[in-house]
């Protein structure tokens, strides 16, 4: 065999030992992100069941010393009790806009659709729930996307391929979240170092934290499905 024709046979084979490093290599972080993934989604259920297991302690105990006060009170006291259980239902719900100060998220994609011949990518359902649970999580006070106010009631769900939020279409990339917190930078700095931007990176997605003075967050207006006033009739 020539010298000429061994050299090229061993930048050949070089060569191919060298993408088949990178495939490796490629494969490996593909498969931790994967089991990074399935970790974090285990801990986001449990994560979900101990905020609702907390939230209906809450609830129960804020109901109990309602009971209470009322039933200590003088016809005039026991309106105004019920006007202030009221105001304060309409404000967990979300039923009235709220301002504040807070961080604003831009979730776009990566890339240019045009430029790299990639298919579009879209925040599916479970994404959100993700997102929504970290900021829940980090300390986020009141939520809104686009013009959906997030609360307790805000149903989310995959709708023949879209994601609705408040049985509304979210719409496609780029899109924007306005969250209100007690402390917008130490939120904003748990959500840079949030493994989720590595999930929103694999998926061909970006997000972009500013902080901001003030913030005006939609009034929830969708039907409030609430069993009990449909039995008693309300």
């Known amino acids: 065999m020539k010298k000429r024709t061994k050299w090229l046979v061993s930048i050949v084979f070089l060569f191919i030992g060298f993408m088949v490093a990178v495939q490796f290599q490629t494969t490996s ?4 992100m994967r089991e990074t993934r399935d970790v974090w989604e285990v801990r986001e259920e449990l994560q979900r069941q101990q905020d609702a297991q907390q939230e209906l302690l809450e609830s129960i105990s804020d109901a109990d010393q309602t009971i209470e006060d009322y039933e200590q009170q003088s016809s005039g006291e026991q309106l105004d009790t019920l006007i202030e259980s009221i105001e304060v239902l309409e404000e ?3 039923l009235n806009k709220v301002e504040g100060a807070g961080i604003e998220m831009t979730i776009a994609p990566i890339f240019e659709e045009s430029v790299t011949g990639q ?11 993700r997102l929504l649970n970290e900021l829940n999580t980090y300390g986020a006070d009141e939520i ?4 959906e106010r997030i ?17 509304r ?3 496609s990339l780029p899109i924007t979240l306005k969250v209100l917190a007690e402390d917008p930078a130490k939120l904003r700095n748990y959500m840079k170092a949030s493994p989720t931007q590595d999930i ?3 998926d061909n997605m970006e997000m972009k934290i500013e902080l901001k003075d003030s913030l005006l967050l939609p009034e929830f207006d969708g039907a409030l499905h609430l069993e009990i006033l449909e039995e008693t009739g309300g």
């Open 29 to 32: 972080y593909e498969s931790q």
């Open 92 to 94: 967990r719900v979300g």
């Open 119 to 129: 298919a579009y990518p879209e925040l599916s359902p479970h994404l959100l729930h």
């Open 144 to 147: 809104s996307i686009g013009e």
């Open 151 to 167: 609360t307790n009631l805000s149903p989310i769900r995959d709708v023949n391929g879209s994601t609705y939020v408040n049985n």
């Open 169 to 171: 279409p979210i719409g």
């Open 200 to 202: 929103f990176n694999i």
